[in-house]
């Protein structure tokens, strides 16, 4: 399992649709920062933290689970398996979020850096 949806549901009930859409606008930004291909090299400890954090907050069960597994054979081959693991959960999650958010309404511009199909409320 990716997504705890359970998660995710309790979290859109505490904070409501105009916070959680900021939260997940914030997540899927620096979870990308983080995990970006380009930067070469083993990820810190305290990358690793912010990801397994991050990522319970918002359900992403899976790519926690990575991220507590300290021992990867290779440093290389864990940042490939969280990219992995995190595009994979993203997909997922984008895919069945909508109800959580406002969905756009043809023609309405979307605010820079927003889930594709949604905006803040």
């Known amino acids: 399992m990716l997504i705890d949806w359970k998660m995710v549901e309790d979290l859109h009930a505490d904070i409501g649709t105009t916070d959680f859409a900021e939260v997940v606008m914030l997540f899927l930004s620096e979870v990308e920062d983080v995990l970006n291909p380009i930067t070469p090299g083993p990820l810190s400890s305290e990358e690793l933290h912010f990801l397994k954090g991050s990522a319970l907050n918002l359900g992403f069960v899976g790519l926690a689970g990575l991220c507590r597994d300290a021992d990867a054979p ?48």
Do not use: I, K
Not at 77 to 86: K, N
Not at 93 to 118: D, N, Q
């Open 74 to 121: 290779d440093a290389r081959m864990r940042r490939a398996m969280l990219q992995d693991t995190f595009v994979q959960s993203r997909n997922e999650f984008l895919a069945r979020v909508g109800h959580y958010l406002r969905a756009v309404p043809a023609g309405e511009p979307v605010r820079s850096g927003t889930p594709p199909g949604f905006h803040l409320p």
